[in-house]
């Protein structure tokens, strides 16, 4: 599918749907307004665009990997039906403090640490200093910048909550996802 080199790196809740506090079934599943048009739009230059998502409710015991399996699949039949696809799914389990074993861990894929950039770069071979990093959370825009990313905070979610937490971190602050792909797409213009 990929011609490039890079992707563009989504965190899920607050940023592609609307964040519920530990979505644990389909039914809770919202996708935020323009995000299935904004995938699509990078979808359409061949852009590849891959999910990282920490999930700790899988930790916590709220809901198990099978169930996100569940959700990842009702949100790709949702992004279908507006022509949009997701390249790849990267989660974290864990919580380094609380929930059940043997998800309780200090592990190296929880953000902001930078796991699950690496092994999708270790399975696609992207450069990650030329990709784009775009979520509503400071610690979405840290494991970006700790790979050399352009890092996106989008307004959606926990962004304007989090806005002046990462004003000096992030490279551009978008309303929503939609406007986020609408800057990516002037960077790769210039």
């Known amino acids: ?28 599943l919202q996708l935020i307004p323009r995000s299935a048009d904004a995938i699509r739009e990078l979808n359409e230059l061949n852009i ?16 198990s990997e099978d169930d996100l399996k ?31 074993e043997p998800y309780v861990k200090d592990c190296e894929c929880r953000k902001p640490k930078a796991g699950m950039l690496l092994e999708a770069q270790k399975k696609f071979g992207f450069n990650l200093k030329r990709s784009f990093v775009v979520g509503d959370k400071c610690v979405d825009i840290q494991m970006g910048k700790s790979v050399g990313a352009v890092s996106v905070q989008v307004a959606t979610g926990y962004g304007s909550s989090e806005k002046e937490l990462c004003n000096e971190l992030r490279d551009y602050y978008a309303q929503d996802l939609y406007d986020a792909v609408q800057f990516i797409k002037s960077k790769l213009n210039q």
């Open 1 to 28: 599918m990929a011609h490039t080199d890079f992707a563009v790196f989504v965190d899920r809740d607050g940023t592609i749907n609307v964040d519920v506090d530990f979505l644990s079934s389909p039914s809770q």
């Open 70 to 100: 569940d959700i990842h699949a009702a949100m790709d039949t949702m992004l279908h039906s507006s022509q949009a696809t997701i390249q790849a799914y990267y989660y974290c389990p864990h919580h380094p403090t609380n929930g059940i």
């Open 48 to 63: 590849p665009v891959v999910v990282i998502t920490n999930q700790s409710g899988i930790a916590r015991g709220l809901y």
